[in-house]
């Protein structure tokens, strides 16, 4: 009893409750005048702290560790996927781009500017620390944690996938409508490899190079840049 409830609780964290200290968190002012190393940082230690929660609820639940994607799959298999999912997500992240400069879809958020990196050394820690770091830490809850507790409360995969990718949209509230509707269609194409192949490790690699990609090139390379830029973004 104890565990189902700490499960419940957890579950509605991260459908509701994450998203409204995201937002209210993203609305203060001190975020804009961060350093980027600081906000990479911060935003960082946040996701581990998350993490590091869900996975002590993880030990008292009724889940596996296999059920929740922690199962070998042959190298192959895992890469193919991967870069599967890759080349989807970046062609969609493209259309996008393209289309907000054509004025046919809403201009990014200022976070997502205040989050893309402008010199190498910011590309240097954009790549050794947000990208596995959003790759380890939000796989893990969203296509591990929450689409297995959902799958087994629901008893349908199909469900579970709807809503684990609708909560996954909804935890990038800072970005936006457009941001969540992209965030919950990339969410539902990183959960297919788990549903198929009962394993986290090809959405792990490939969510790692997904916003690798997107900071280092598609952002800074295909972002139309901002008609009032920010004070606080540089070291």
Known sequence: MFSRVLSILFVLFLVAGLPILSSST???????????????????????????L??????????????????????AHALASAGALVVLAVAGV??????ETRG??????????LLIPQTRHEKFWSLLLLAPTAALCEEFLYRGFLLAQL?????SSVWAWAGSSLAFGLAHVYQGWH?????????ALLAYPVIHFGSLYPSMLAHALIDA?????????FLPPRREEGTGNRD
């Open 104 to 113: 046919w879809w809403p201009p990014e958020a200022e976070l997502v500017y």
């Open 26 to 52: 993203t609305r203060e002012s001190q975020i804009r005048q961060m350093p980027r190393l600081a906000l990479y940082m911060s935003a960082a230690i946040s996701e581990w702290v998350v993490a590091g």
């Open 54 to 75: 869900g996975l002590l609820i993880f030990f008292f639940s009724s889940l596996s560790a296999f059920s929740i994607g922690f199962r070998t799959l042959a190298p």
């Open 151 to 155: 799958a087994q409360w629901m008893s």
């Open 213 to 221: 990609l997107a900071l280092v090139w598609l952002g800074p390379k």
């Open 179 to 187: 941001g969540m509707v992209r965030a919950s269609l990339l969410g």
């Open 94 to 99: 493209r259309l996008g781009l393209f289309l």
